[in-house]
Structure formats: structure tokens, C-alpha cells
């Protein structure tokens, strides 16, 4: 099994997969848009990797830090959720974003993400609520928290979730009053 691979990004395809070069051999990998936005084309690149093995082949997914290769981990465990649907997921939010949906059971959120419906999603949701407080996204989590809680609030008002996704991209981590009034500001 490939834990990590270090090299150079020889090749990024849009498609979601990069090819790194390392002591002279190519290993084609593939990530979610969230990490393959912070490759580029010749720098020196270091990832955590998941290798798939399946009778016919083995895939390398690549992350960022092990903290994304714990939720993909997670996500594979789920019932009826394979490797490239997590990987679609992890295209979709962000690893705390994720975390925070799961915690609040928006199911409409996770939802938003191409392939991935309404049941799958309470699934989802059913199966890991609770279940990924061992998956540290190196952030804060009390502002994980106020971030969920923002939104809860925001809601309340009356906010729809789409707007409140947008708007709570813009809000730097705080405490709730201070995240609530940005919140606010960005959705004025």
C-alpha cells in the first residue's frame, strides 16, 4: 500500500487527476477539485494517498493532508457509497464544511453535490452524524461550531441555505456574535 508520495506536478487534467513524477516514475492520481486546486503544473507537491484495489485495478487517490483521507475513509464506509462518489463529495465542500452539514443533518446541503440525492444524503447523514469527531481538519472547532450555529440562527430568520453558504464562505472564524454580525454584513 502507497501511504504518501512526494515529487513533481508533471500533468494536472481537469478531470480531477495529476500525474506526479517521483524518482523518475509517473503515478497518476486522482483528487477532489477541492485539493486539485492547490496543485500546479511543475511545483513539488507532497500527498496522503489511499490506494484502491479492486480485482481489475488499483487507483491512487491523492489529498492534501490526512485529515481529507480520513473523511474519504469514512465516507467508503458508508453503505452504497464507493470511492469515486466520496471523491465527488469532497469536490463538493470543503472537509469542515462537510463535517458541519453532517453535524446539523442538512441533508439539503450535502445534497447540492452532482449525483447525490435527497436519501443518499439522510444517509449520509444517518451513518456518520456523530461519527467524525476523530477527523481533524486542523481548524478551530469551537469556530466549526459558531459556524454551525450561525447558520442554525441565520436560517431561523429566514435565510435560504444557498445564500447562507455563500455568504458564511466570506466570514472568518470568530466568535458567534462576531460571525453572526459578518454573516449579516454579507448577505446585506
Known amino acids: 500500500m ?10 494536472i487534467d481537469p478531470a480531477g487527476i495529476v500525474l506526479l513524477e517521483t524518482g ?5 492520481i486522482s483528487m477532489s477539485l477541492q485539493t486539485l486546486c492547490k496543485m500546479k503544473q511543475g511545483e513539488r507537491a507532497e500527498l496522503s494517498i489511499h490506494t484502491h484495489v479492486r480485482e481489475d485495478q488499483i487507483t491512487l487517490f ?7 483521507r480520513s473523511m474519504f475513509r469514512k465516507l467508503t464506509t458508508v453503505s452504497g457509497i464507493g470511492a469515486r462518489m466520496a471523491l465527488n463529495l469532497m469536490s ?6 462537510f463535517i458541519t452539514a453532517i453535524e446539523s443533518a442538512d441533508d439539503l446541503a450535502i445534497a447540492r453535490t452532482p449525483g447525490i ?3 443518499t444524503a439522510q444517509r449520509l447523514i444517518l451513518e456518520l452524524q ?3 469527531g476523530s477527523v481533524s481538519t486542523g481548524s478551530d472547532p469551537a469556530a466549526s461550531n459558531h459556524h454551525a450555529e450561525v447558520r442554525s440562527a441565520l436560517i431561523n430568520l429566514g435565510y435560504k441555505p444557498a445564500q447562507l453558504d455563500a455568504a458564511l464562505k466570506q466570514v472568518e472564524p470568530a466568535d458567534f456574535e462576531t460571525m453572526f454580525r459578518a454573516a449579516l454584513k454579507a448577505l446585506g
Open 92 to 97: 463538493g465542500m470543503a472537509t469542515d464544511e
Open 24 to 28: 523518475g516514475v509517473g503515478y497518476e
Open 117 to 119: 440525492g435527497k436519501k
Open 2 to 11: 502507497i501511504g504518501w508520495l512526494s515529487g513533481t506536478i508533471r500533468d
Open 62 to 68: 491523492g489529498f492534501a493532508n490526512g485529515s481529507e
Open 130 to 132: 456523530g461519527k467524525l
